[in-house]
Each structure stands twice: as structure tokens, then as C-alpha cells.
């Protein structure tokens, strides 16, 4: 017997019809889409850089220098996010769609920081360095799973809504 998973796309989808028109005609939902796969390569480079340090002994300022600029990428998009999300929640953060993408980013916010503190006002060592940068990455990789999670929820309901069935459901 072969089943399908359908996901529960429940009673609460994640945007109101004004809120999907606001998300829909925001410059920052490009903005976002955008500095996030770039964000994202950013993370990937930076990534390889650390490990080959941590393997090798090698290339500690090329590491540093790419947590430095993936550290100023999450700033950037986590500004921008704020944005968005205020524009199309009217809440700068905690949306109630986003409240727990919200919660785990600034954990993810938090060990960053931890690492740029470190590193020009804590005096940790290099080893140190790179483990809290591993810390925050691996907590990035979860928060950007939550995100793409979130994104593909909102296109299963933006699909479930455009079928004839749903659209009998939708009171006028």
C-alpha cells in the first residue's frame, strides 16, 4: 500500500489575503529573496574556509575575514527582514507566521555577535573562534530550514487555495 503525505495546511494559513497582496507587491520580499541565496553561498564559502583551517592549520585570515562578511549578511538580512515583516504583518518582529523563525534567528544573531565580540574585544583564540562560528552556522542551517519550510508551506496553501475544492470552501 503506497500513501501520501499531504501536509496539513490547516485552518491558519499563513497569510490573510491583504497580507499575501502586501507580501506580493513589497520591494522587500525581492530584497529578501535576493540577499538570502547570496547569504547563503556566502555561509557555504565561509563554511569551507573554517574547516579547512580547523583541518589544516591554513588560512585562519581568509576564515576570519568570511565570518566577518557572512556575520555582516545576516545583519543586513535580518534589517531587511524586519522590514518585511512590518510591512506585510504590521509587527516589526514576532509575527505570529514567523514568531519561531523569529526566535531561533536571534539565537543565531546572538552567536555570531558572540563570534565578532571575540574576536576584536574578547580576545578569544583562534580555536575558540571557530568553534563558535560552527555553532552559529549550524544553527543558521536550522533557522534556514524553518524559512524554506515556511516557504513551502505558503506555496502548498497558495496551490490548495487556487483548486476548484478550496475555492467552494472560501466564504464570499
Known sequence: MTSTHT??????PLYTPDQKARRDSSVWTLVQGILAPIQF???????????????????YTAATWSIVIKTGFLYLIMVTGAIWEKVVFGQWLFAPAFFWEDVFSFGVIALHTLYIYGLFWGGMAPMTLMIIALAAYATYVVNAGQFIWKLRMARLQAAAADTPAMQAEVPA
Do not use: E, K, T
Open 41 to 59: 553561498l556566502v555561509f557555504l564559502i565561509s563554511l569551507g574556509l573554517v574547516l579547512r583551517y580547523l583541518f589544516n592549520g591554513d588560512g
Open 7 to 12: 501536509p496539513n495546511l490547516g485552518a491558519h
